[in-house]
């Protein structure tokens, strides 16, 4: 710390006290930002954010809509510095049928997740349609028609804008709704959705015709990791939200802080003769981190299901690209005739 509570910050400027507590220790950081003209292809960070957040923001990001939708959306960085939402901002503003002059305010949770709020430039009110943004299994959007839909006032308005005579909209509009309320009760928070890989791993599922594991499935697969267990290796037992909808694997805080440098960066899973790059992203304040984008792939590839443990072994040398050799024990030994991943011996 500098002269009169000053602190230098990594981009070469300096912060008070208050600052550096702010942009440092706060789990979340808010912006407002207004539409201009050019807001089509691409959204400026404003430039405060960007100078004291660019080294901790990874390159992609979600952008989590009021209803709860998400949608994954790359930044980029000009010679200055500045941040942009670039590629996938075009599809997130489309599907919320923004206007020049709406007011959006972004909320950042330092889990690579901006949750959006938005406001109608007209009266500064929220936009009672961003709460109705859905996106459908091929990562199209019926927003527009939806939103629309919203404004109308009456089944009658509704069906002669359609020519429906049967008020279907308003069946589509019930079930989004309680679609929308089954997902609040779900989600705990952001993620990357991954419609594909959603899919997929539902007609795996059905494949396997999984049973439930019992608890002595789970303990014997867990006492085989164990017994691979090394100082540079760590397990994880996964639970529904490493296998599904929302696809992120958290890396134990202890075990990072000793072996991983504390930054965003893309590393190398291996299994099976086959290797698969996933996202991580750091937690600068407590260590630990979580495999963001990628990790689904890995996940759906390698027919992952909640309770079966991975041991992730780490092979790279330091100051080399992080590389893990991944082992898994599978809770269900049905699962072991299916190829593409190790089966435990029993």
């Known amino acids: 710390m500098g002269k009169n509570g000053v602190n230098k910050s990594e981009n070469g400027g300096f912060r008070s006290f208050e600052e550096e507590v702010y942009w440092t220790n706060f789990k979340s950081l808010r912006f407002f930002q207004f539409l201009s003209s050019d807001f089509h292809s691409q959204l400026m960070i404003p430039k405060e954010f960007s100078k004291n957040m660019w080294n901790e923001l990874p390159q992609m990001v979600v952008l989590k809509s009021p209803g709860g939708s998400t949608w994954e959306v790359q930044l980029v960085r000009d010679d200055n510095n500045t941040l942009f939402f670039k590629d996938g901002w075009k599809e997130f503003a489309k599907a919320h049928n ?33 709460y109705f943004v859905k996106k459908s299994a091929l990562g199209k959007n019926d927003a527009g028609e939806n939103s629309k839909l919203k404004r109308k006032n009456t089944a009658e308005g509704s069906a002669k804008a ?23 009760r779900n989600s705990t928070g952001c993620g990357l959705r991954n419609s594909g890989a959603e899919e997929k791993n539902r007609s795996t599922d059905d494949t396997l015709d999984r049973v439930p594991p019992s608890e002595a499935d789970k303990e014997r697969a867990l006492q ?5 267990l090394t100082v540079k290796s760590f397990i994880v037992v996964l639970k529904d939200c490493n296998v599904s909808q929302y696809y ?52 759906v590839d390698n027919l992952l299901q909640e309770s079966d443990v991975c041991l992730f072994k780490l092979v790279s040398q330091k100051d080399e690209p992080v590389i893990f050799d991944v082992s898994i024990y599978r809770a269900v030994p049905e699962a072991a005739h299916l190829p593409s991943h190790k089966t435990p011996k029993v």
């Open 98 to 130: 923004f206007k020049e002059n709406d007011l959006l305010m972004f909320k950042y949770t330092r889990d690579s997740c901006f949750k959006v709020w938005m406001l109608s430039g007209r009266n500064l009110c929220e936009i009672a349609g961003s």
């Open 162 to 184: 359609t020519g429906n005579k049967d008020n279907s909209e308003l069946e589509d509009l019930d079930t989004e709704r309680a679609s929308r309320r089954k997902n609040r």
């Open 224 to 228: 085989m990791a164990n017994r691979d």
């Open 248 to 299: 992120r694997l958290g890396v134990p805080a202890p075990w990072s802080r000793s072996y991983l440098t504390r930054k965003h960066q893309d590393m190398e899973l291996r299994a099976n003769g086959k290797k698969w790059i996933v996202r991580f992203n750091a937690e600068p304040r407590y260590g630990g981190g979580v495999f963001i984008s990628g990790w689904s792939t890995f996940a």
